[in-house]
């Protein structure tokens, strides 16, 4: 079956992924990402229940959308390899920044999924000096990318510049994570973010192949280090409630590292306050410092963490 080319189709944002511009093209024929996804190929059997299909990494469904859209292939959103572990899991790809999609509709722009967003170590926005939030798992859809829709139909102003119609009850099922769920850190935001940035990529092996053997981001992320991970989120607390969120919510999620976004926060805080400790700064969060000198960390750690600060150790 020849695939006809829509009379329409918004342009795709140059952040944007692709799954993101596929849906936003459903909305515009009132079908959703995978009414929109399986029209690209109608003679493909439906997914079955806990099946992850990763359209951000499909290079023949950007063709396929590309053709179906009438724009030349280098013109839509970019996907990138499934073998690039520094960007997360189809599952567990749910956060966003509230305040960029105000700022979208105030310009006019529909709501839409940024790439930056995607990646294990994206959990705050740089723009806005915050964290970001994320939407529930799963929604009682038997895929893992059952799409944005129900996020931007819950405030008035993300469905209006989506061409959607608002439906107030999706302020109560839409996001599952909000930025207040976890305090802010002390002090500077600015100088709390480039350090996190230069934590994950002290190693150029980080961008691409994901968190390198070795490293204090590993040791952190080690099932041994769940007990510290678990009183650090508690530590961090805001005034907001964090849901009972794991990685189990995330159908068909299988990576050691968590996906959950309150799970990174406490991966990348605690390894930020471990190798603070180590080279004998004061600390950006105190009570995770605390928590951190009355636990066994350094049993618990694979290498000395002073080895990381100083850069003596090549990962492996």
Not at 58 to 74: I, K
Not at 160 to 186: D, K, N, T
Not at 196 to 217: F, T
Not at 300 to 311: R, T
């Amino acid at each position: 079956m020849k695939l006809q080319r829509l009379p329409y189709a918004p342009s795709p944002y140059a952040d944007e992924t692709l799954s993101s511009w596929i849906e936003r093209i459903g909305i515009v024929y009132g079908i959703g990402l995978a009414q929109a996804r399986a029209l690209l190929t109608p003679t493909v059997p439906r997914m079955t229940h806990g099946t992850n299909e990763d359209i951000d990494t499909s290079p023949s469904v950007r063709r396929l959308a590309g053709m179906w859209a009438g724009y030349r292939e280098d013109a839509t959103p970019a996907v990138w390899s499934a073998a690039d572990r520094g960007m997360l899991e189809v599952s567990a790809r749910l956060a966003y920044c509230p305040k960029c999609w105000d700022d979208d509709a105030v310009h006019g722009v529909a709501p839409h999924i940024r790439r930056a967003w995607a990646r294990w170590n994206s959990v705050s926005c740089s723009r806005h000096n915050d964290w970001l939030a994320a939407s529930r798992p799963g929604g009682g859809n038997p895929s893992a990318w059952n799409g944005w829709l129900i996020v931007w139909q819950s405030k008035p102003r993300w469905a209006q510049a989506a061409g959607l119609r608002y439906e107030p009850r999706g302020q109560e099922s839409a996001p599952a994570f909000v930025p207040g769920s976890i305090e802010r850190p002390e002090g500077n935001w600015r100088d709390f973010e480039l350090e996190l940035s230069r934590l994950v990529s002290a190693d150029r092996k980080v961008a691409r192949y994901g968190i390198p053997a070795g490293s204090i981001l590993a040791s952190v992320i080690d099932p041994q280090m769940l007990g510290l991970r678990t009183k650090v989120l508690k530590a961090l607390e805001g005034a907001a409630v964090v849901p009972l969120v794991s990685d189990l919510d995330l159908r068909g999620y299988s990576r050691s590292e968590p996906g959950w976004i309150a799970s990174r926060i406490a991966c990348l805080v605690t390894a930020l306050e471990l190798t603070r400790l180590a080279s004998n700064r004061n600390p950006m969060i105190p009570r995770v410092r605390t928590i951190i000198e009355q636990s066994p960390w350094r049993e618990l750690i694979a290498y000395p963490v002073s080895d990381f600060v100083s850069g003596s150790r090549e990962p492996s």
